[in-house]
């Protein structure tokens, strides 16, 4: 079933045409990356569909809905970013249960909900930690944490993991492939490191100048890359 449906969307920013006409149907559960050079429009597409940037023109659907003009927190979505802001003086526990605690969750409701997503974080024995005392990689576990407890129908990452260092961005790759299969929610992550498009997606969307190049899985790309853009793209080394 198709989740994430993107009508022939644009964007312009003035006189600059960024987003230049994307028609893409995401289907439910799977992971999907959009891959591309930087200022290609990766993030401009994303905040689109996260609704935190308004289209010129176009629909975009999800999970059987229209939500163009939809605000963001009505769209089922949760976004993770690169700069992920922890608040420094809650702790890991607080960081987590943060969006429940606005809403009338009851503590011990919110309390069971932050202990299920440190277990599939693999973040129990750091609950009662601040920010500063963890790593690079556990403070990206609860950034993420932070929007898994929000149940969304569809995870949008923006290249989550460019502030890692190599070895543990190798390690939070599969950490995330194996989230996704946990969870088997709808994921579009986005980077420009062709790396982590080849080894986490099930689809690759190739963006070059606010279109898209090719869509495809990461053999499909690799054997029968559609243009030399991409076959430059996904054959280069970072
Ligand atoms: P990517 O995420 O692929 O690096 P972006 O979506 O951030 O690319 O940017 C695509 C293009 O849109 C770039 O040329 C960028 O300068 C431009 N752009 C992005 N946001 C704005 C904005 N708020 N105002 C004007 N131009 C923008
Ligand atoms: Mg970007």
């Given at each position: 079933m198709a989740d994430v449906l993107l009508n022939d969307i644009r964007k312009s920013f003035g006189a600059l045409e960024v987003i230049k006409g994307i028609n893409l149907t995401v289907e439910a559960g799977e992971f999907c990356v959009f891959v591309g050079p930087s200022g290609c429009g990766k993030s401009t597409l994303l905040r689109m569909i996260a609704g935190l940037e308004e289209v010129t023109s176009g629909q975009i659907e999800i999970a059987g809905k229209?939500?163009?003009?939809?605000e963001p927190s009505k769209r089922g979505i949760a976004m993770v970013f690169q700069s992920y802001a922890l608040y420094p003086h809650l702790s890991v526990a607080e960081n987590i249960g943060f969006g429940l605690s606005l809403t009338r969750t009851p503590k011990a409701e919110i309390r069971a909900r932050v202990e299920d997503v440190a277990r599939v974080l693999q973040l129990e024995a750091l609950l009662d930690r601040k920010p500063k005392a963890l790593s690079g990689g556990q403070r990206q576990r609860v950034a993420i944490g932070r929007a898994i407890i929000r149940d969304p129908h569809v995870f949008l990452f923006d290249e989550p993991l460019s502030n890692l260092d190599a070895a543990l961005r190798a390690q939070m790759r599969i950490e995330l492939t194996d989230l996704h299969e946990k969870l088997g929610n709808t994921m579009i992550y986005v980077t420009h490191d062709q790396v982590e498009a080849m080894t986490m997606a099930d689809k690759i969307v190739v963006l070059n100048n606010g279109r898209i190049e090719q869509i495809g899985t990461p053999m499909e790309l690799y054997e029968r890359p559609a243009t030399p853009f991409v076959a430059g793209f996904i054959g280069s080394p970072k």
């Open positions: 229209e939500v163009t003009y939809e």
